[in-house]
């Protein structure tokens, strides 16, 4: 993951800290502080999720870890 990358999501994390929602980091570490988002790592690439009530309103948002193959060759 690039510096603008991680600057995204730290930013990502702020915004939802500001508005109330709860944020998880691989379903494991619950961040209530910009400064808890230690456990984002730069050189491992996430997918964020949003988890929202039955109203859709956002309560969650969920940033995992996803591996990704290096040098897979896909066909068609």
């Known amino acids: 993951m690039d510096k603008g ?7 990502e994390i702020q915004r939802a ?3 109330g929602i ?5 379903g494991i570490c619950s961040i209530e502080s910009r400064e808890g988002a230690c456990s984002v790592q730069e ?3 996430y ?3 949003y988890i929202g009530d ?3 309103k956002i309560i969650e948002i969920s ?3 996803v591996k990704i193959p290096k040098n897979k060759i896909y066909s068609n």
């Open 43 to 45: 050189e491992v690439t």
């Open 5 to 11: 990358e991680m600057g995204w999501i730290l930013e």
């Open 17 to 19: 800290i500001v508005r």
């Open 63 to 65: 940033f995992s870890r």
């Open 54 to 56: 039955d109203s859709g």
């Open 22 to 26: 709860s944020v998880r980091i691989d």
């Open 47 to 49: 997918m964020e999720d």
